[in-house]
């Protein structure tokens, strides 16, 4: 038996536990994605807050795992460049490891990017809710009437000089 096995089952253990952990993050940031969005469409703020600082959990939890995955990449090669991986690692090892673990990284891989395409859905929904807002805002702001954008202030247009442009001219 080689003398590097047990060192790269030792590894291939490691990384298990490191994907399981990063896998059941991910899981419960499904679960607060699919309850937010049910919050903004439902418009309830306070449970919004409760799942943001649930959120903000989590995601601080994933960076620390993520610092973990370096630091094993950094046991295996010190000079970790941009190319190294955890899947390039494990691609180095024997079955029935390499394929036990590829198969973990590929389930990892489709709930970061479910969650990431949901994370894009609140990110956008939000962003079009606060700019919706702030025309709501503009509009109460304005008696009701949309603020020319050639305005220098409410009663105050700005004239540049051009019949066309300014028809007070």
């Known amino acids: ?18 994907l399981i952990a990063i896998g059941e ?23 919004i807050d409760r799942l943001t600082k649930q959120e903000q959990r989590l995601v601080s939890d994933l960076k620390a795992r ?10 295996v090669n010190p000079m970790v460049g ?10 180095s090892f024997a ?7 590829l198969a973990r990284i590929e389930e990892t891989r489709r709930l970061v990017e479910t969650n990431r395409r949901e994370s894009w859905v609140l990110w956008i929904v939000s ?13 109460i702001a304005n008696g009701g009437q ?9 009663g105050a247009e700005m004239s ?4 066309i442009l300014d028809a007070s001219a």
């Open 1 to 18: 038996m080689d003398d590097t096995m047990p060192t790269e089952m030792d590894l291939a253990n490691e990384i298990e536990q490191l």
């Open 25 to 47: 993050i991910q899981a419960e940031l499904a679960v607060i994605y699919r309850a937010k969005r049910e919050a903004v469409r439902t418009a309830k703020a306070t449970e």
């Open 66 to 75: 993520l610092r973990h995955r370096h630091q094993i990449l950094q046991r």
């Open 82 to 91: 941009p190319d190294d991986s955890l899947e390039k690692l494990v691609r």
């Open 95 to 101: 079955e029935p490891e390499r394929s036990r673990l």
């Open 127 to 139: 962003k079009q809710s606060l700019r919706l807002f702030a025309d709501i805002l503009d509009l």
């Open 146 to 154: 949309k603020a020319p954008v050639y305005s220098g202030g409410h």
């Open 160 to 163: 540049f000089g051009g019949a």
